[in-house]
């Protein structure tokens, strides 16, 4: 399926399909997009820049990745005029087919929109990343934090490839181009057993030989 003219957000993060993102929201262009995107209760494109910077600057060049996540508004504040903050959440990837910047900066995209991760049942050998997850939920919540304000958004789909990948990508200190890969791999599983040896490696999960 198509979207036609689908605002874009180009960014310094990758945002995943089950992923919140907070923002603070302060150029006209921004303030614009998403006040209508959130009156009309339309979704808007996140995107990682390749390069440029998230704040518009003269003369500056943008370039950005070409598989980005819709991004739906859950919440928005307004606590002063020119500033919203906003929590969304990522929903799903998207191809861009084409982009155009309009004159006020603002870019839009004719997309297609990507097909959801197949539900994929952990292996065994890999169940150990769905247990360590679970262990760091818990140690969040016993902080006695609202569930708004966790990093992750229930419900907690600890049997899913897919899911357990994508929260470990987002919670890993990742460098940008790397956690890009991740996120445009079709194959959840192939993702997941990635983010196993990147755990490993940074010392998170004991590695499998010892």
């Known amino acids: 399926m198509k979207l036609l003219s689908l605002p874009l957000f180009p960014l310094g993060t990758v945002l995943f399909p089950g992923g919140i993102l907070a923002l603070k929201v302060f150029e006209v262009r921004y303030l614009d997009m998403i006040g209508k995107c959130h009156k009309t209760g339309a979704p808007f494109g996140v995107v990682a820049l390749r390069e440029g910077s998230e704040v518009r600057k003269p003369g500056a060049s943008e370039r950005f990745v070409e598989v980005g996540t819709i991004a739906l508004i859950e919440q928005i504040e307004r606590p002063q005029p020119g500033l919203m903050l906003i929590r969304c959440l990522g929903t799903q990837r998207f191809g861009i087919e084409s982009s155009r910047k309009l004159p006020h900066g603002l870019w839009v995209a004719d997309v ?11 292996p065994t050998d890999l169940q150990r990343a769905a247990v360590a997850l679970g262990k760091l939920i818990e140690s969040l919540q016993l ?3 609202p569930p708004d304000q966790l990093p992750l958004q229930a419900p ?3 049997e899913d490839c897919g899911w357990v990948a994508n929260r470990w ?3 890993l200190p990742l460098p940008l181009e790397l956690r890009q890969r991740l996120m445009a791999l079709d ?3 192939v ?4 983010t196993v040896d990147i755990l490993e490696r940074t010392g998170v999960l004991p590695d499998r030989s010892d």
């Open 191 to 194: 993702r997941l057993e990635l």
């Open 187 to 189: 194959n959840p599983l």
């Open 143 to 145: 902080r006695g934090l």
């Open 169 to 171: 990508c987002e919670l």
């Open 112 to 122: 297609t929109r990507l097909e959801d991760d197949a539900e994929v049942a952990l």
């Open 156 to 158: 907690f789909q600890l």
